[in-house]
């Protein structure tokens, strides 16, 4: 059972673009909610992320919307470059992080220059 | 300050064989986590190893047991190895079992031939 869905699969922006990558979670018990940027032959690296308290979380170029009532959360990239072009995964956790994280199926993304 | 190390970095086995991959946690963590990433998709929980204790295990099969030692640093071993355990084993630390972010290693390449 596939409790964090992910979507797109696949996403292509302009350098300068907006990219949006959207999640959607079933398990209300989830308190965290993290996005993860992983390079090809690298470990996913910790982007940004947000607690259920706040509807919003920015980090320079990068924004988290979250929708409690709906359960989804969406992860916005303002002025996409190229070297943005990675795969993104959302994940969800109890306890703040600590306990398993659950992670959606991935977005690649390509910022064409 | 050496983030999370994990070794080796690649390794090819035979079906049937066992495998051992080793990971350091961040300085300063005591938790460790221990995921399977296989191609295209997102990571999926394995286990997680606090004080020196099995804290939580995903939905995998007995043959992929682990160890923690006293140093914090964990094992995970994988016995009679098929085709489908070929997949990027990650190794993720933190700190104590609650409100802590995950720090992700680089992870270790099987291929089970």
């Known amino acids: 059972q596939q409790q964090v869905k992910q979507s797109p699969q696949s996403l292509i922006v302009q350098k300068g673009g907006i990219s949006i990558i959207n999640c959607a979670y079933e398990?209300?018990?989830?308190?965290?909610f993290p996005w993860y940027q992983q390079f090809p032959g690298k470990g996913p690296a910790l982007l940004i992320a947000i607690r259920p308290d706040v509807s919003e979380k920015k980090e320079g170029r990068f924004t988290i919307s979250f929708n409690k009532s709906a359960k989804q959360f969406s992860l916005h990239i303002m002025d996409s470059q190229p070297g943005d072009s990675a795969t993104y995964f959302c994940a969800a956790s109890n306890e703040g992080g600590s306990e398993k994280l659950v992670f959606g199926k991935g977005t690649k993304l390509t910022v064409n220059p | 300050d050496a983030g999370v190390t994990q070794s080796p970095t690649h390794l090819i086995k035979t079906r049937g064989q066992q495998v051992t991959l080793r990971c350091s946690p961040k300085?300063?963590?005591?938790?460790v986590s221990w995921y399977q990433q296989a191609l295209g998709q997102g990571p999926q929980f394995i286990f997680q190893y606090y004080e020196e204790e099995e804290r939580q295990r995903g939905n995998f099969p007995d043959r992929f047991s682990g160890h923690q030692f006293p140093n914090y640093s964990s094992e995970l071993n994988v016995n009679a190895l098929l085709l489908g355990d070929s997949a990027l084993y990650l190794c993720?630390?933190?700190?104590?079992?609650?409100?802590?972010?995950?720090?992700f290693g680089p992870g270790t390449r099987l291929t089970v031939l």
């Open positions: 300085s300063g963590h005591d938790t």
């Open positions: 398990n209300t018990a989830f308190d965290y």
């Open positions: 993720a630390s933190s700190f104590g079992t609650s409100y802590n972010e995950q720090f």
